[in-house]
């Protein structure tokens, strides 16, 4: 399976971290009942704009299985729910919900 984890601004659609781009090192753990996604960012000044936006961000995951449609994952990151460690390097995002769908099943037939 191939997976590409997104990062966007939920306003602007820009996006500071897309894997599927430019791959970094990252895991993602479902914890009680939220989502806890750790990111190795070395460099504060890489995810400087990111954290700025923190409190605006959608959070995607894409599996891509042979044989089978593309399925997103839509996780829903709230208030302080984004930090970074300076001294790991390593960002944090905790998702209090998802939703998942084939994002094909939904394309407008026009």
């Known amino acids: 399976m191939k997976e590409v984890f997104l990062v966007k601004h939920a306003v602007g659609g820009r996006a500071f971290i897309d894997t ?3 791959p970094v090192p990252y895991v ?4 009680d009942d939220h989502w806890v996604f750790t990111v190795q960012i070395a460099q504060e000044e890489d995810i400087a704009e990111l954290l700025k ?3 605006e961000l959608n959070v995607f995951v894409f599996q891509e ?4 449609p593309t399925k997103k994952i839509w996780f829903y990151a709230g208030d302080d729910s ?3 460690s300076a001294e790991k ?3 944090t995002i905790v998702a ?3 939703i998942i769908y084939v994002p094909e099943q939904f394309s407008a037939q026009l």
């Open 20 to 22: 599927g781009k430019h």
């Open 28 to 31: 993602w753990n479902k914890i």
């Open 53 to 55: 936006w923190k409190n």
């Open 65 to 68: 299985t042979e044989n089978e």
């Open 82 to 84: 984004v930090h970074y």
């Open 89 to 91: 390097g390593e960002l």
């Open 96 to 98: 209090t919900s998802q």
